[in-house]
């Protein structure tokens, strides 16, 4: 009877092994995606996208875009700031699996046309890539990599953009972001950096 049962058991399990195989391959479920932003800083609708990504692939790549600039008043933070920032945030999340992440900052380029390929030679590879960038889309797409729009809510309201300039003007923005880039942003003294680059005269050293 017992071992009755266990071949039972036995068989069961390999049904359930073959469905699930089955399901993977008529869904065509991809196994790393890729999703690319700078970040300044990371908020609400970052954690909304790469949660949206992540229902969709095995692993994710996130890519931290600009990670050669900081200090400047559309990018105020540095590449390991904004790292800080998105680890941080998925540490006070439990619906996020950080062992399917990659955190991978990429350095721009004066060539958008080149701009993708750099990526490539940075990060694991990928099958798809989730933008609502049209620049990003285009890049990618022009190389044949299938482009997923993700599904955001208020985009005008969840954007560093406007978050930026709601500290600049000591309007209420705490609540755009993540418990952990608020943590980050107050240790760096952001709030005083981002008021520091709005007021200050000096061009970056990139543009003397």
């Given at each position: 009877m017992e071992l009755h049962t266990v071949v039972r058991y036995q068989i069961?399990?390999?049904?359930?092994?073959?469905?699930?195989?089955?399901?993977?391959?008529?869904?065509?479920v991809p196994h790393?995606?890729?999703?690319?932003?700078?970040?300044?800083?990371?908020?609400?609708?970052?954690?909304a996208t790469i949660k949206f990504a992540l229902k969709s692939v095995e692993q994710l790549v996130i890519v931290v875009g600009s990670a050669d600039r900081s200090h400047e008043l559309r990018n105020p933070f540095t590449?390991?700031?904004?790292?800080?920032?998105?680890?941080?945030?998925?540490?006070?999340?439990?619906?996020?699996?950080?062992?399917?992440?990659?955190?991978?900052?990429?350095p721009d380029t004066n060539v958008h046309a080149l701009w993708a390929s750099q990526i490539n030679l940075l990060v694991p590879r990928y099958e798809i890539v989730f933008s609502n960038d049209p620049l990003t889309s285009i890049l990618f797409s022009e190389r044949g990599i299938r482009v997923v729009r993700a599904q955001l809510h208020n985009r005008r309201l969840f954007s560093a953009t406007e978050i930026r300039s709601r500290i600049v003007?000591?309007?209420?923005?705490?609540?755009?972001?993540?418990?952990?880039?608020?943590?980050?942003i107050e240790e760096v003294e952001g709030i005083k950096r981002i008021k520091a680059l709005s007021t200050s005269k000096t061009k970056s050293h990139f543009n003397p």
């Open positions: 069961y399990q390999i049904i359930k092994f073959t469905f699930k195989l089955l399901y993977r391959v008529v869904n065509i790393r995606g890729l999703f690319v932003g700078r970040f300044q800083p990371f908020h609400l609708g970052h954690l590449a390991g700031e904004r790292i800080e920032m998105i680890r941080s945030s998925f540490d006070d999340d439990n619906e996020i699996e950080i062992s399917r992440i990659f955190i991978i900052p990429v003007k000591d309007e209420s923005w705490k609540r755009l972001v993540t418990k952990g880039t608020l943590k980050v």
